[in-house]
């Protein structure tokens, strides 16, 4: 989350993308659908921040059609 400072997400976004990416398989998602969905709800409930522009688009992938 501080890779660069123009962008910024929310603590919740952030867990689920740390979870995804911890060292021990036990602790990341038991499979991708499960990590899509919890990253999609925390996107959807995500306030916009520094860059709105960016979690837009994060949303907008999400987003059910």
């Known amino acids: ?6 962008i910024a997400f929310n603590q ?3 867990d689920v993308i740390m979870r995804a990416l911890t060292r ?3 602790e990341r998602f038991a499979d991708v659908q499960t990590f ?3 990253l999609r709800q925390a996107l959807l409930e995500s306030p916009e921040e520094k860059n709105p522009g960016l ?3 994060m949303r907008s992938l ?4």
């Open 1 to 6: 989350n501080k890779a660069r400072s123009d």
């Open 12 to 14: 919740t976004v952030e």
């Open 24 to 26: 021990a398989p036990t």
């Open 36 to 38: 899509v969905g919890e």
């Open 55 to 57: 979690v837009a688009k």
């Open 62 to 65: 999400f987003r059910r059609t």
